[in-house]
């Protein structure tokens, strides 16, 4: 058996755009139903909404259905976590605050086994197929995406050495985190900070790596997407599910009034 490629990995390496969505609510059930929607991506959250290894796992079960490639952001850039996500089958890995070279390092470090890296070894488990994919321990890597979030003032400054680490396969800004670091908490739509996202964006391409983000609505997407960035999720699950449900009753309500 074969180690199935990992096509979001390999198209933003090749600048194809790719559009994703946010996963928040946890749900298998709802992973199941987005399989088929046509995403490119989709990032399966741990560090912000209750997500378990459970959870993880059954959502990336779900994602198995269809073309869009999950991506799990991990509590946190710790390599136990980081281990036990491997193996349960994740392909690619967003990994928050990342503020410096070294902490990209120590990201990447827990994706590659000995001696490229720290990742514990297994014979037998999900991304391996139960042990089917015979050569898994030796080109494991090549089909694992370590994406690095930039959160903060200090991992702008420090882009051009984030992006220099060999393993590092995108820069992902977070507005929202950047924001509150810049002082402008809850400001995500502020002309201030998306100038240091852009700024940051331009750093990080110009050192060979792609580059991606979240934002709230298609249109500003698209314009992002038209323009530096490769890899952008446009809403979550979570708000599609809470703006669809909030417009249909004031659409109800409005007409009984």
């Known amino acids: 058996m074969q180690l199935k490629p990992n096509t979001f990995k390999h198209a933003i390496a090749a600048g194809q755009k790719q559009i994703g969505l946010w996963n928040s609510l946890c749900s298998n059930i709802a992973a199941d139903a987005l399989a088929s929607s046509g995403y490119d991506w989709a990032l399966l959250d741990m560090e912000h909404s209750p997500n378990d290894l459970r959870t993880a796992l059954s959502q990336l079960q779900a994602y198995e259905n ?3 490639v999950p991506v799990v952001r991990p509590v946190w850039n710790d390599p136990v976590i980081v281990k036990s996500l491997l193996d349960l089958g994740a ?4 990994f928050p605050m990342v503020q410096n070279a070294a902490e990209a390092e120590k990201a990447v470090a827990a994706t590659r086994y000995p001696p490229d890296g720290i990742r514990g070894v297994s014979l037998s488990q999900r991304a391996n197929r139960f042990g089917r994919v015979k050569d898994y321990l030796q080109i494991a890597g090549r089909e694992i995406c370590v994406l690095v979030q930039i ?3 200090q991992a702008l400054k420090n882009i051009p050495e984030i992006a220099a680490v060999d393993g590092v396969d995108g820069l992902f800004f977070g ?3 950047l924001a509150a670091d810049m002082g402008l908490l809850g400001q995500v ?3 201030d900070l998306w100038s240091a996202i852009v700024e940051g964006a331009d750093a990080a391409i110009s050192a060979g790596k792609p580059v991606g983000t979240l934002v709230g ?16 999720a446009c809403s979550s699950d ?3 599910m809470v703006n669809s449900a909030d417009a249909n009753l004031k659409a109800i309500r409005s007409e009984l009034s």
């Open 66 to 68: 269809g073309a869009t």
């Open 91 to 94: 392909r690619g890995l967003l």
């Open 151 to 153: 959160e903060t003032m």
């Open 175 to 177: 507005p929202a985190d």
């Open 189 to 191: 739509a502020s002309e």
């Open 217 to 232: 609505d298609a249109q500003r997407a698209i314009e992002l997407l038209r323009a530096r960035f490769t890899f952008v």
């Open 238 to 240: 979570l708000n599609l």
